[in-house]
Each structure stands twice: as structure tokens, then as C-alpha cells.
């Protein structure tokens, strides 16, 4: 690739349902951003973003299955090293900028420590050509203001999202009136302000919000982004030179360490409206604040030609219909990230998916007692679903939209 400068990288990161797909696939529609190329990377086996993201002709997409922060076998260099081969081998025309979509629990730190001046040294060939050819250029932080200071609270790395940050944007300010026990927007952006003092925030549906601004290149200095941001970094760095980071040598990632675990759940065949709002309710039930997301792509009985996609951040659930399936990949397939909860409650839960017998009902029934203290009442509310006598807060969507992850 000749170059008369190297290729700006965007880093976008942001919490598990942020908006960082939602914010992607609007800046894409935009001709002002055409030639860029998107790396994607999801965390769990399947991927999903991967079809709901859309790229244009001109532009260019690499998903990667595995986190960024931890997988070394799917770090950021090896990801922006295939576009540099795509285009040198003319598989894809030139791009001017590239956008790097991490997953909603990746740390910042070994990510930007791969990229930056100063960072992890280059090792070989590879790294080489990824230093010439791309540099570190922003740092885009979606924060979702109903969920961050209980996502902040509870998990670490979305502070250091937060830190890192060189720009932040504040999503979800269109979802209705603030509840009473949340925090109004300006106190939040205080609370960002402790973390991250320098970083503009702007409001992703105020008038003052552009694209071209958030995603314009610029310098990223760490060292202006605070002393904990050097901190982190320095450590990543020793970390990196020790050759531990966040790989514990087993092959599992510090997120499974630290109890998320991610569950790919496939199913050929569609599957009855009525199974699928039975999983969400019991899922709900069962995991509650331990759900932390949960996204899929669903062929219905009733539409199969029609894929119904869900979206569940935290609490909230969210659904549409698309036009057509997005792939060839007709499959129903859903990516539930849960903390602390046994892999196997959810695979049992998806039995109701596929269809239940009365085994299988007993079955679940008592995975859902063994695992909370209002058990009893958690049987009572799965028996009623059964016998389709609680009130459904959850009924697939008839509504259709071309654009993958419509606001609101
Ligand atoms: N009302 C509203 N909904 C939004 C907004 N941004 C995103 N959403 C919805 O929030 C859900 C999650 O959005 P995504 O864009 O998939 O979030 P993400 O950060 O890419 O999610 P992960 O990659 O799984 O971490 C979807 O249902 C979106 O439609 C927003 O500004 N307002």
C-alpha cells in the first residue's frame, strides 16, 4: 500500500448495548464516510454485528469472534494487517480511514497499547507494516445514560472505557422521561467529568452532534487523557513484556475469569413467537441483573422469511423485524453474555425454544429453584408462563425496518 500518510484508526468502544453498532451503521450511511473500513469485533463464538452492520460497496468490514483485549490470536494488529493485504492483494479498493468496533467488555489498555507510539514494540514483519501504514487517530467512547453507573459500578472495564476516551457520546437521551431514582444527565456528566476530565461529551440526539466531529482524526496522546489512563497503560505494558496479559494460558479470557460467560445458541429450524417471548421472560426471570445482554437473530414460524432481531440490555428488551435474512445463514441464533450464571441454566432455558417435553419442563423448573432464593415463586411465575396465564411483556414485533438497530 503506498502511502503518503498512514491510515487513521477510530477506536469505538462503549459498554455491552451502548449504541456502538447503532452509532456505526448511521456514520456509514453517511457519503462523507465512505472508503472506510470497519473491524468488528464480537465476543462469543457466533457473530451477529457482523450481518446487522451494513457496508456499503466501497467500504469494507472484518469481524473478528474472540475479544480484542484478551484473544492474541485476534489482536488489533492482526485485524488491521488483513485490510493492508486485502488491499495490497486488490481484493478491496483503498480506504482512507478505518473504525474499529470493540466488544461492549473490552479493556482499552492492551488495544491502544498495540496501536500507539510508545506502545508494545513491533515483533515481526506484521507489526512493522501495521506501525508505517496506520496510527491511533480517536478514541470514541457510547455511553448509554440509562445503564452507566450501574455498568460503571459494577464492572471495570466500562470505567476505563470511560477513561480512555477521547470523545464521548451520550446515547439513549431519546428513551422517555428519566425514572425518579436515576440520575438527571447533567449530574452524570459530572460523575464522567471524575473519570474523564478533558474529553468533549456530546449528546448523540441533541443539535450540536456531528459525526465528522466525533470521528474527525486527531493525535491520541495518552498521556493527556490523565494520570490513571498512564498508569493503565504502563502496566499493560509490563504485562505484555512479561507475556501474561490477559491471557491465563488456559485459553480462557479474564472475562471468563471474572465470571462473564458468553453463550452462542444456534437452532435450524424457526421457532414458534410463542417459545421465544417464553425464553426472554424466563431468562429475564432467572438471570435478572445478571443478564447483561442478550442479542439475536430469530427465523419465527409464523414469517420465517423475516428475521425478527432482539436486542436485551440489561432490563430492556428491544425488537424488529428485517425485510430479508441479512446472510445465507438462515439460522436462528442468539448470543446470551450473562455474570455468574452457569452456562448450562441458559442452554436449558433454550430448550423452550425448540420445544419443550414435560421431561424437560420438570427439568427447568428445577434449575430455576436451585438458582435464586425466591425460588419458589420464580416455579410459580415459569408454571403460569407454561400454562399461559401471565400477561406477556414481551410479543415479537411485527414491525419492519430495512435499517439494522433503528433508534427507539
Ligand atoms: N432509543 C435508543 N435506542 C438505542 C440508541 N442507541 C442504541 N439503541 C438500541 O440499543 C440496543 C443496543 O444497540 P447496539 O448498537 O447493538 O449496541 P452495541 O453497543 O453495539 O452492543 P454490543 O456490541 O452488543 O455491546 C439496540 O436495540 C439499539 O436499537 C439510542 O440512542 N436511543
Known amino acids: 500500500m503506498k502511502l503518503d500518510q498512514p491510515i487513521p484508526v477510530t477506536i469505538l468502544t462503549g459498554f455491552l448495548g451502548a449504541g456502538k453498532s447503532t452509532l456505526l451503521n448511521e456514520l456509514l450511511e453517511s457519503e462523507s464516510f465512505a472508503d472506510t473500513a470497519v473491524i468488528i469485533n464480537e465476543f462469543g463464538d457466533i457473530s451477529i454485528d457482523h450481518d446487522l452492520v451494513r457496508v456499503n460497496k466501497r467500504e469494507m468490514m472484518v469481524t473478528t469472534t474472540g475479544c480484542l483485549c484478551c ?27 478505518v473504525i474499529v468496533e470493540t466488544t461492549g467488555l473490552a479493556d482499552p489498555a492492551p488495544i491502544i497499547n498495540q496501536v500507539t507510539p510508545g506502545g508494545l514494540p513491533a515483533a515481526g514483519f506484521r507489526d512493522h507494516v501495521v506501525a508505517r501504514c496506520f496510527r491511533l487517530s480517536g478514541v470514541v467512547c457510547a455511553i448509554d445514560v440509562t445503564t452507566i453507573e450501574e455498568s460503571m459500578e459494577r464492572h471495570f472495564e466500562c470505567m476505563k472505557q470511560v477513561a480512555f476516551a477521547d470523545f464521548i457520546v451520550l446515547t439513549k437521551t431519546d428513551v422517555g422521561p428519566e425514572p425518579a431514582e436515576r440520575r438527571p444527565i447533567s449530574e452524570l456528566v ?25 470521528f474527525a482524526p486527531r493525535g491520541y496522546v495518552p498521556s493527556e487523557q490523565g494520570a490513571d489512563v498512564e498508569g493503565w497503560l504502563a502496566l499493560e505494558q509490563a504485562l505484555a513484556e512479561q507475556g501474561q496479559a490477559h491471557d491465563n494460558g488456559a485459553g480462557a479470557s479474564r472475562h471468563a475469569a471474572a465470571g462473564i460467560q458468553t453463550l452462542a445458541l444456534l437452532e435450524d429450524r424457526p421457532v414458534s413467537a410463542r417459545n421465544l417471548a417464553t425464553f426472554v421472560k424466563l431468562l429475564n426471570a432467572v438471570a435478572g441483573s445478571q443478564l447483561l445482554r442478550l442479542k439475536g437473530l430469530v427465523g419465527l414460524e409464523d414469517d420465517p422469511d423475516r428475521p425478527l432481531v432482539v436486542h ?8 424488529y423485524r428485517l425485510p430479508a435474512w441479512p446472510s445465507d445463514d438462515r439460522r436462528t441464533r442468539m448470543v446470551v453474555i450473562t455474570h455468574g ?27 430455576a429453584a436451585g438458582l435464586s432464593l425466591l425460588g419458589v415463586a420464580l416455579v410459580a411465575g415459569i408454571l403460569l408462563i407454561f400454562h399461559g396465564r401471565a400477561t406477556a411483556p414481551f410479543e415479537p414485533s411485527a414491525v419492519i425496518h430495512d435499517v439494522p438497530n433503528p433508534k427507539g
Open 312 to 319: 436485551g440490555v440489561q432490563h430492556a428488551i428491544h425488537q
Open 190 to 214: 459530572q460523575q464522567i467529568r471524575k473519570i474523564n476530565a478533558a474529553a468533549p461529551i456530546v449528546d448523540r440526539h441533541g443539535a450540536e452532534f456531528e459525526f465528522a466531529t466525533a
Open 71 to 97: 484473544t492474541v490470536a485476534s489482536d488489533i494488529r492482526t485485524s488491521l494487517f488483513e485490510l493492508y493485504d486485502a488491499v495490497e492483494s486488490k481484493a478491496v479498493p483503498p480506504f482512507k480511514r
Open 341 to 367: 450464571i452457569d452456562e448450562a441454566t441458559v442452554k436449558n432455558l433454550f430448550t423452550t425454544i425448540t420445544g419443550l417435553s414435560t421431561r424437560a419442563k420438570a427439568e427447568l423448573v428445577l434449575t
